[in-house]
């Protein structure tokens, strides 16, 4: 018998913490999984799922423009119903809750439906004053949207509240430069509103590519999104009909309907107990962890965003699985973080894996650097002007391929497969001696120059 009332006791159901549950217990060990909202965590139940669902729904709006260049008679007062979209979304959403729920209870992983507090290296507190103990603890209780202190914050909405606004606001204002400030921009521009985005320095989806990311700021205006850049907010107040109006710096002040943050995530770890237990945080507040996911405190562990090290869903996923081959199932094993592949569900769609063409020149100095830059056929027909751009960035000497970059319809599909060829250390001779895949806009990556 074990001197512990379980083997692995998790803290939050999110991408991470479900995969280790799962596995842990497919490995034999006695778990319990403590999620206080739902299972499934902020990517199924308030982030990348239902944000991706909105994406397809905003595209809509261009193709049924398209599709009268393709012969269909779309009516010109063609209308959108902001709540059936998102009663539908909300539907799937609790059909993958109850998928997710049901995969740990066929595996006997226990669900407790309330808050847990670690209160030592192998004991934990429950909301309702139950107390237990646990050889191991893990902690995967991702992240939160960070919100601003300026004053008058309190009126500002985040992503986590975007799915449930009462219809398309009229004017939004959107407060960020990363990919989920350009991902909603574009869903709730394509929607009707008129979208102004606004940001403390100059620069969009830093880390990027310099230039598919200045093709997307290029095609964001040319839609009628408007940027703001250098602009620091300075309150927001609210208005006697319900309006916003938002103050910032070196811009004049702009009214609008809603106002939503966008300005990064904060890793969730407080009122875990972990300062009590001796958990150590970095300066960001987020867990410390080894390559093993094991933090200062040898029984307890993290993974996911709650570390801060790559806050992406499928690497979560990775060291969930990681953590529980290594702790329950004998086969030791670390995630790989190099050649990540990231994308932006933006209008177009932006994605990358590997070095961007300054990233490369910095460690190799001297690189080659191939393109393609053209427009979809799709888009020619529809007598849409937006350009497709495709960067591969290859070692000098070697044409080893350090990095490919692209941003066009689909980029993201595209790019999943490329991204093996970049992991396995391919060349640029290797694309060229590919036949291309015709007529395609996946094509271009074998006929770049």
Known sequence: MSDYDYDLFVIGAGSG?????????????????????????????????????????????????????????VPADCKFDWKTLTGNVFEEVDRINKAYTATLDSHGVEIVNEHAEITGGNSLRLAGGREVTAKYILIATGARPHIPTCPGHEYGITSNEAF???????????AG?????????????????????????DVILRGYDESIRDRLLQISMMKGIEFRFNAKFQGIEQQPDGSLMVS????????????????????????????????????????????????????????GDVTDRVQLTPVAIREGQAFADTVFGGKPTRVDYHCIPAAVFSHPQMAGVGMTESQAKQKYGSVRVYTSDFRPMKNVLAGRN?????????????????????????????????????KAGLTKNDFDATVALHPTMAEELVLMK
């Open 17 to 73: 913490g479900t995969r280790a549950s799962r596995v842990a217990a497919a490995h034999g060990a006695k778990v319990a999984v403590a999620e206080e909202y739902r299972v499934g965590g902020t990517c199924v139940i308030r982030g990348c799922v239902p944000k991706k669902l909105l994406v397809y729904g905003a595209h809509f709006a261009e193709d049924l423009m398209d599709a009268r260049r393709f012969g269909w008679d």
């Open 164 to 174: 449930h606004l009462p219809d398309v606001p009229r004017r939004i204002l959107i």
């Open 177 to 201: 430069a990363g990919y989920i400030a350009n991902e909603f921009a574009g869903i709730f521009h394509e929607f009707g509103a008129k979208v102004t985005l606004i940001n403390r320095t």
């Open 248 to 303: 910032m710096s070196n811009h004049e002040p702009i009214e609008v309907d809603c106002v939503m943050f966008a300005t990064g995530r904060v890793p969730q770890t407080e009122n875990l107990g972990l300062e009590a237990a001796g958990v150590e945080l970095n300066e960001k507040g987020a867990v410390k962890v080894d390559e093993d996911n094991r933090t200062n405190v040898p029984s307890i562990y993290a993974v």
């Open 386 to 422: 937006e350009r497709a751009l495709y960067k591969m960035i290859c070692e000098a000497e070697t044409d080893k391929i350090l990095g490919i970059h692209m941003i066009g319809p689909e980029a993201a599909e595209i790019l999943q497969a490329a991204a093996v060829a970049v």
